[in-house]
């Protein structure tokens, strides 16, 4: 097993940085290295935005619910942004070009786009001896985050991600089996994989350090698909001219 693999497979999402800021230097490498991952049809659909405003952090912080969104090494919000496209369109080319900017493929494209590059952006700072954690909570309030940041049409923020210097090595949490996740021609029904999972994480849950309890992976899905969450998402994405088609 080679260093990348080792690193790849020794992550875990950490939530509490020391308070140390990352110097320029490794920002540019942790940007570019995004800027390096693959990307549909050359398009790089994507912008990402470095947060350093200490009030813009603090509301992020409240609209997340997550005290690390504040207290971090860099905070970085990726944005899903067919605005780049647009910008030396004539009004004519422009609304020639809008059945794309507002079908579903393209939603799906600079979506893809962002989080290839955040992949990446993550793979670099740990292996910097960094810690990171993505922020999906940032959509708790898209609109005010979009506001915050001031986005034009045709850009939204997808997620954030807190990078940093990590202040506790939590436990790492098991993921699926790969034969829950990966099926040979064709998909394959596996609530015997699941089964066995449910076990293990139960196990997971009970003995962890921080935060244990009972609980097994299919029922914490359950709940979570029952408890409807940020329904203002759609009308959001539509209004900033995504997903209409």
């Known amino acids: 097993m080679n260093e990348m693999i080792e690193n790849l497979l020794s992550h875990r999402s950490i939530r509490k940085f020391k308070s140390k800021k990352l110097n320029e230097q490794q920002i540019e ?3 570019s290295s995004a800027q390096h991952a693959s990307t549909s049809s050359y398009m790089m659909a994507y912008s990402i935005i470095g947060v350093t405003d200490e009030e813009k952090k603090a509301d992020l912080a409240e609209i997340t619910g997550q005290s690390y969104v504040k207290d971090n090494g860099h905070f970085l919000i990726f944005c899903a942004d067919l605005n780049r496209v647009t910008v030396k369109a004539n009004e004519e080319e422009y609304e020639a070009m809008r059945d794309n900017l507002e079908n579903s493929e393209h939603f799906l494209v600079s979506a893809i786009d962002a989080a290839l590059a955040a992949q990446n952006a993550a793979i670099a700072a740990e292996s910097m001896g960094l810690g990171i954690c993505y922020i999906g909570s940032v959509r708790n309030n898209i609109a005010r985050v979009d506001e915050l940041l001031d986005l034009p049409k045709h850009v939204i923020p997808l997620f954030g991600m807190a990078i940093g210097y990590p202040a506790h090595h939590p436990e790492q949490k098991p993921r699926l089996p790969i034969d829950a996740v990966y099926f040979e ?11 066995r999972f449910d076990d293990r994480i139960a196990k997971y849950y009970e003995k962890r350090s921080e935060n244990n309890r009972t609980d097994t992976w299919t029922d914490q899905m359950k709940r979570r ?13 539509k209004k900033k001219g995504f997903n209409k088609k």
């Open 185 to 195: 021609n064709s998909y394959r029904q596996h609530e015997d994989v699941l089964d």
């Open 29 to 31: 490498m942790i940007i």
């Open 225 to 237: 698909f029952q408890n409807t969450i940020r329904m203002d998402v759609t009308d959001h994405v």
